[in-house]
């Protein structure tokens, strides 16, 4: 796959067999429908955008309960979408869904209405989905829901046989197909081009957020959806902060983390780089880069088809409840945290196999109480029959190992 993933350009052309986003949705709707199969679905209705996306490729403003999407296991989803982006979405956004997208019930939005208003909302709703279910001909079957706070009781006096989907929809979504892993491909580059300016502007006096604001204007230039993710330095490495770059100044000798969390066309990143203010490391720095860098390495030479995701958990470093975030791997796809989830204190509890084309984060943290600094990395992989390929581009600092 990594030899492919350097060949095309971002967007799609008439010369060349990059990105088919055609082939894109047809192949991610399929596998929507094996997996519907597969947890005796009839139909599933999904409120959650990067659902939405997945079966329909509409993007549109992730207002929670407010925008839905019907898909039946034999036939077409139909979309609701939100007024206000409606007549856009309908009439120049979607026309592989010309016919099948009207207005939602925004039910989401029934608290801010007053208390009262959530039933009468949640019946104009279910109003609408029973009829949309009943004219694909799956009425009386098992349905799957994303979203079901608060829709229960009204489900129930319908006569819905509801159930989870977010089963369904994981079990679709952590295979990836090529034109996905593509994507993914196209955001690693350009997470790599955030790393790069973050590099070259690093230097003592310069504040975290004039850092990381360079990092962002340069990955939303390169055609980034949004960037998020953390970026934290000197004595903020540890414990590790996590909720962004703030006006703190970098000094002589800092390490900075950041954890570059964004999307190329819905597909995210989740790599993270550890880097040092000047040239020369102190020997703690060395041991805590080394720490992490190695179990990252150790935990991805397990990583292959067919293995366990306790096998893999092993690799990984110990902890607790109160850090297991620091040292875990996780699936990553249109959604930034996918299955498989493995940590240690959970893998044997909940097995799972690693299979061929999941795309998956790894990612671990040093940092004892006594230092001064702490240590995170992360590589992104997609698993292969016999191992793993690496899609992260951006490489590590030989200094510290």
Known sequence: MRDILNKYSQSGKDFEDGINFERL???RLQRAREAM???GLGAIVVFSDENIRYITGISGLPFPGCRYTVLPVEGEPMHFEQGGDLRWVRDFGAPWLSGRITYSIPVGDALQFGSEAVPK????????????????????EKI???YMSGLVPVLEEAGINHENAWPCMYDARSIKTRDELLL???????????????EQMMKPGIRESEVHAEMVKTMLSLGADD????????????PYFRSGATDKILGPGDLVISDIVTRYMGYHTCTVRTMLVGNEPTSEQRAAYREAYEGML?????????????????ALPHGTLEDYSLNIVHGLGIGGHEPPAVTHMFAKE????????????????????GYNHGVRLEEDIVITENGYETLSRYPFDKRML
């Open 350 to 369: 909940f097995p799972m196999e690693l299979k061929q084309n999941m795309y998956l984060a790894v990612e671990t943290y040093a940092g004892d109480p």
């Open 184 to 198: 993914l491909g196209i955001a690693q580059t350009i997470a790599a081009a955030g790393f790069y300016t973050m």
């Open 227 to 238: 960037v998020v993710g953390t970026f934290c330095s000197g004595g903020r490495t540890n």
């Open 144 to 146: 799957g829901f994303d």
């Open 121 to 140: 909302l949640a019946e104009m709703w279910m109003r609408g989905v029973k009829k949309t279910l009943q004219d694909m001909g799956v009425g009386g």
């Open 298 to 314: 150790r935990t991805m030479n397990v990583c292959k088809a067919g293995v366990g995701i306790d096998k893999v958990a092993e």
């Open 37 to 39: 199969k597969r947890h």
């Open 25 to 27: 949705r047809r192949e």
